[in-house]
């Protein structure tokens, strides 16, 4: 089993990027459970989102103490919340910003990198003027741990949105399955 931690800001769509992934597994045969744990639901406040993939079900159902991978929505959460907590000692973090994995200040990880905001912004993935990067950080996910396979993520996302929603939002996904970075 593999279990994810995600924090975000409300309105970055964490939660959603969880369900996300969870249905992509889903679709491919695997168990999957996704839940949220946030205080006060406001945009822009943190929040954490949890997910665990497996080849057959468990009956946990608590949050995510010791994750295999966390993703990181908004790096000015770095400053403020301990996002390597628990984190296994092989895990692996997904970071939204435009730098490459050395020039992070994450040090003794597996750091992977994608410009998800770069890519919201560039397809306009907008809600009241602020960019929503739960599609590319789900793409690159899907390429930095291969826990789920790019298709399936992506006609998963066409099936949560129709129409040219969901054609740019696996745009997005697909970009940032292309652009990610990682290194050690």
């Known amino acids: 089993m ?5 924090h975000g800001r409300g309105g970055q769509g964490g939660v959603t990027a969880a369900e996300l992934l969870a249905r992509a597994a889903f679709a491919e045969g695997k168990w ?3 839940f949220a744990f946030f205080g006060a639901e406001r945009r822009g406040a943190p929040v954490e989102a949890f997910l665990r993939i497996a080849d057959k079900p468990s009956p946990i159902r608590s949050r995510i103490y010791h994750p295999d991978y966390v993703l990181v929505f908004d ?3 770095l400053e403020i ?5 628990g984190l296994k000692e092989d895990g692996t973090i997904i970071l939204n910003t435009a730098k490459k994995p ?3 200040d994450i040090m003794g990880q597996c750091v992977a990198t994608v ?11 907008l809600v009241a003027g602020l960019p929503v990067v739960n599609t590319a950080m789900t793409g690159a996910f899907a390429k930095a741990t ?10 998963t996302i066409q099936k949560q949105w129709s129409g040219p929603a969901g054609e740019k939002n696996a745009e997005a996904a697909v970009r940032a399955y292309k652009t990610l970075a990682k290194g050690w």
């Open 2 to 6: 593999k279990e994810i931690r995600i």
């Open 32 to 34: 999957a459970q996704s």
């Open 75 to 77: 790096p000015k959460l």
């Open 81 to 85: 919340v301990d996002i390597t907590h």
């Open 102 to 104: 050395d020039e992070t």
């Open 115 to 125: 410009d998800a905001t770069g890519i919201a912004l560039e397809l306009e993935l």
């Open 146 to 155: 291969g826990e789920v396979k790019l298709k399936s993520l992506t006609e």
